[in-house]
């Protein structure tokens, strides 16, 4: 497009517009959440800051954001885990294996692409409750990994699509068995990919809402989202508060976005509609 | 790649080196297990549970009442009002989140520095959960603290900011319209990335031939991201079909069920109503809907085709 120097007004005014919806909001939050209730009571949500405190993160804190956000990090720990485990040898088989099965085992992963796991949360619920994992993070963590599986499976089994026949034919020549194939060439070739479906697993983990909702009970076992939720159905009134809670979810996912930003971007594009 | 996908690899000419060094079967073994116990094993419950009584409680093991709930499935006009909210909400999801995300992708792209910069706000939204992002726009919706009451004092008392979700119609549209907000920022990322990856060539010899630039959108541009479109259509259809958490936080499904899609009327009539047979019945449906979403994607996206490339050689 370097050919059309004329600037584009319309469009440069339409991303204008569209850039203030965005970022009014995020303004709205960041304000409140270092303001005083009184403060915002009476200048209301869209006026300049004028004062700063500490006090709403301190509140948050309080009403148990620190156990909700370290709740939702041992579930995105846990299943990133998990899915780091279980979905390189998988991948490895799809891609090199010469086993009939595992072609079914491909098709299988691309049917599970369309099972979101709200879908089947009463289900999920009553095996869950089977197995005795009720009202537990691992009862959590084990569903929401599994629904993660197909997706991440595409995801790393593309990339080591990449690597060239060449190299495994060399190690072949050296005579490596499966598994040293898999740990010296694979693995180390399929770090782009891994580091997708961390941030992918991660983010689905911390995102999630119903399993969580539907499979836990007791209070201190609560996610942040769910944090959130509750928060919000008790303390609506207190939006300074809300806010603040808000912005300590968005923390740990800001510093993936400062640290690993490439990774973060292919891993919501991995998402998709959340 | 003379063998194609549909006959499979050929193993009888091959062998030797070309066998070593490959993994077998086992290597899929425990992600398959894992994956069917806990992804598929629960399609093959919700069937049985559709056809029981079962309200969630350990000492009440589920009663088999045979086509019950499904004889309900018919007759129950809030289940049909939901299904027509869904489709709703996906018609209107997709009518505002594609042309914005489209338009703004396509002049992020742009080679101005100034534009990659601006493209990095945009990404703001994806940072925040659903949930966030719901009790945010819970906030500044609210009649009494939030941005109606600034409108109120501009417009009047009484105006149509004043209780948006006081009225099914209007609360529908500010759930469209925080879809927007949350979801288009990355819609627009993925047309951004289908823009840049269109040829320049393309551009200058439209330009050479004398196309404006409405012309080189229309006959350049779209044409171009045509794939691009089809997957970033079929996301945002996935992505508001399953929509939950933003529903519960932000309207518990009314005014009188104005707002309730499929999956919260799951979540209100089975689980917290206690019926998870009913419940059941209703994820089956959205299960089969799921499937002919995926049928759908994996054709548009040719994910079954990429298995033809390398696979076996």
């Known amino acids: 497009m370097h050919t059309r120097t004329r600037p584009n007004w319309i469009a440069g005014i339409f991303a204008g517009i569209w850039l203030l919806i965005i970022l009014v909001p995020v303004y709205v939050m960041l304000r ?16 300049l800051p004028s004062e700063f405190t500490l006090g709403n993160f301190a509140y948050a804190f309080d009403q148990g954001f620190g156990k909700f956000l370290l709740n939702s ?7 990133v885990l998990i899915v780091l485990v279980l979905v390189p040898p998988l991948s490895f088989a799809i891609v090199r294996s010469r086993s009939r099965s595992v072609g079914v085992v491909f ?3 691309l049917f599970g692409l369309a099972i979101p796991a709200q879908v089947v949360v009463i289900p999920v619920f009553y095996l869950i409750d089977r197995i005795g994992l009720y009202d537990s993070l ?16 595409l995801i790393v089994s593309g990339g080591m699509r990449e690597i060239s026949n060449e190299l495994y034919e060399a190690m072949a020549i050296d005579g490596a068995t499966s ?10 070739l399929s770090k782009g990919g891994l580091a997708t479906i ?3 697993s991660a983010l689905n983990a911390w995102n999630g809402y119903l399993l969580p909702l539907v499979l836990t009970r007791s209070a201190d076992l609560r996610v942040a989202t769910l944090g959130l939720g509750v928060f919000k159905q008790e303390f609506s009134l207190n939006i300074p508060g809300l806010m603040a809670a808000i912005v300590m979810t968005v923390l740990p996912i800001l510093l993936i976005y400062i640290f690993a930003r490439r990774a973060l971007i292919r891993g919501l594009m991995g998402v998709g509609g959340k | 790649m003379i063998q194609s996908a549909s006959r499979g690899p050929d193993r009888t000419k091959r062998g030797g080196l070309q066998q070593a060094g490959r993994p077998g079967f086992a290597w899929s073994l425990p992600a398959v297990a894992f994956f069917a116990f806990f992804a598929l094993l629960p399609l093959a419950v919700a069937i049985y549970l559709s056809f029981t009584k079962y309200n969630g409680i350990r000492l009440l093991p589920p009663k088999f009442v045979g086509l019950d709930n499904w004889s309900r499935l018919l007759t129950d006009d809030a289940l049909h009002r939901s299904i027509g909210v869904t489709l709703t909400l996906i018609v209107l999801a997709v009518a505002t989140q594609l042309p914005v995300s489209l338009l703004i992708g396509v002049w992020a792209a742009g080679p101005q520095r100034m534009r990659a910069l601006v493209a990095a706000l945009y990404f703001i939204p994806l940072l925040m959960s659903t949930a966030a992002v719901a009790v945010l726009w819970a906030s500044l919706a609210d009649p009494n603290f939030g941005v109606p009451a ?9 105006n149509v900011f004043s209780n948006l979700l006081g009225k099914p119609a209007t609360a529908l549209g500010l759930i469209v319209f925080i879809y927007l907000w949350g979801a288009s920022p990355l819609h627009t990322l993925i047309y951004q990335g289908g823009a840049r990856a269109i040829p320049e060539v393309l551009y200058q010899a439209a330009s050479v031939d004398g196309a404006g630039r409405v012309r080189q959108f229309f006959s350049i541009t779209l044409p171009q991201l045509k794939n691009t479109i089809v997957t970033s259509t079929i996301l945002m259809v996935v992505g508001t079909f399953t929509t939950f958490d933003l529903i519960l936080i932000l309207t518990r499904g009314g005014p009188s069920g104005g707002t309730s899609n499929l999956p919260f009327f799951m979540y209100d009539r089975g689980v917290t109503a206690l019926d998870f047979g009913y419940g059941s019945v209703v994820a089956v449906v959205l299960i089969a809907l799921a499937t002919v979403v995926s049928v759908v994607l994996v054709r548009a996206t040719r994910y079954d085709e990429m298995q033809g490339t390398q696979e076996g050689l």
Do not use: D
Not at chain 1, 32 to 47: D, H, I, N, V, W
Not at chain 1, 73 to 79: P, S
């Open chain 1, 32 to 47: 409140a959440s270092f303001e005083s209730r009184a403060t915002y009571a009476q200048k209301g949500p869209l006026a």
């Open chain 1, 73 to 79: 990090g041992i579930v995105a720990i846990g299943t």
């Open chain 1, 107 to 109: 098709r299988l992963m």
């Open chain 1, 138 to 153: 691992l009862g959590v963590i084990l569903p929401t990994a599994a629904f993660i599986i197909p997706l991440a499976t």
């Open chain 1, 179 to 188: 598994v040293q194939t898999f740990f010296r060439l694979v693995l180390p």
């Open chain 1, 198 to 200: 961390i941030v992918f």
């Open chain 2, 150 to 158: 600034v409108l109120n004092g501009i417009l009047g008392p009484n």
